[in-house]
């Protein structure tokens, strides 16, 4: 016998197809654009072999889009009327690249599946096929988010972490997203690859004690106490193009590019962490995978939420 359906059985109904549809999958396209995975794929490849630099450079751009807004492609907004993008606050300024492999990546899947994937996942897929392309680790990347129709400058620059960040200040900002400190370790091994310009890094190698005095006199040839702001020295000095665990053998050496990077070990909370990775380069790969997941899902936009963009610069 069929029971009737009551307001109350349709409430229950409608939050569980409501909380069905607002779930990311990684076979989100399977049937509506079943190449879009290897065209993102082939394309990252192609960049990052050109310039082994841009594998850092898509990876970061995912990471700076998630943290604000969430992962919704607002990043990617260029300026207009209503609203001032995410490009021109500070910790994106003159810094932030890789926008023009994500056009190509985003025109050449429109022609493939019209009005069907979001830039807001070929972030997503570009950042961890990057990863891949540098030796580093792959994991799944859960799909159907949708893009912003805003951006945020004031939150761009309030709550990404700079360079000159205390551990304190780490702490707080990946808090705020909901990582815990283990994640933020994992997640900073970014830096094993990718290159820094000279104005990031000038007080740290000309005024910090915690460095070492070789490493230091190095980093000056190329960055002058006055000038050459945009002058570049990698991140990780010893392999700076592989995704490896050499940026914390780095670190135990006194050798983190950044203020924020030697945060990480400098007697403090985070130090048994990187010793550990130091000795087991497979517990960093896992932990890097699985927190690159968790930042995948920052508060992103599904279901009927935001919209498809069909040019990720500009909304339609």
């Known amino acids: 016998m069929m029971l009737p359906i009551t307001k109350v059985h349709f409430f229950f109904l409608f939050c569980l197809i409501g909380t069905t549809s607002a779930q ?11 190449l879009v995975l290897a065209t ?19 990876l970061r751009l995912h990471f700076h889009d998630c943290f604000v807004q969430g992962c919704d492609a607002s990043v990617l907004l260029d300026d207009t009327s209503s609203f001032t993008g995410e490009k021109s606050a500070g910790p994106n300024a003159n810094s932030l690249r890789g926008f023009d492999v994500i056009d190509t ?58 360079p000159s960040s205390d551990l304190s200040d780490l702490k707080t900002a990946f808090s705020n997203k909901g990582f815990t400190l283990e994640e933020l370790v994992a997640l900073s091994g970014s830096h094993t690859i990718g290159e820094g310009s000279c104005r990031f890094f000038r007080a740290r190698i000309y ?23 945009s002058n570049l020295s990698p991140l990780d000095t010893t392999t700076p193009n592989t995704f490896d665990n050499a940026y914390y053998r780095n670190l135990q050496k006194l050798k ?22 130091v000795n087991n380069p497979a517990s960093f790969r896992a932990d890097f995978a699985n927190a690159m997941v968790k930042m995948g899902r920052l508060s992103p936009l599904t279901g009927s939420s935001g919209q498809i963009r069909t040019k990720c610069g500009s909304t339609n």
Not at 271 to 276: H, I, K, L, W
């Open 256 to 277: 983190g590019l950044f203020h924020s990077d030697q945060q990480l070990f400098n007697n403090g909370s985070t130090d048994t962490q990187v010793n550990s990775y």
């Open 207 to 229: 005024n910090e004690k915690n460095i070492d005095p070789t490493f230091a006199t190095l980093l000056q040839g190329n960055c002058p106490s006055t000038g050459g702001d």
């Open 24 to 34: 990311l999958s990684s076979n989100f396209y399977l049937k509506t654009c079943p």
């Open 105 to 162: 990546i985003k025109s050449k899947v429109e022609k493939l599946c019209p009005n069907t994937v979001s830039c807001a996942d070929i972030l997503s897929v570009a950042a961890r096929d990057s990863v891949v392309a540098l030796g580093g680790p792959s994991w799944s990347v859960q799909l159907g988010r949708r893009d912003s129709t805003t951006a945020s400058l004031s939150i761009a620059n309030s709550d990404l972490p700079g």
């Open 40 to 58: 993102i794929k082939s394309e990252v490849t192609l960049a990052v072999n050109n310039e082994r630099r841009m594998g850092a450079s898509l």
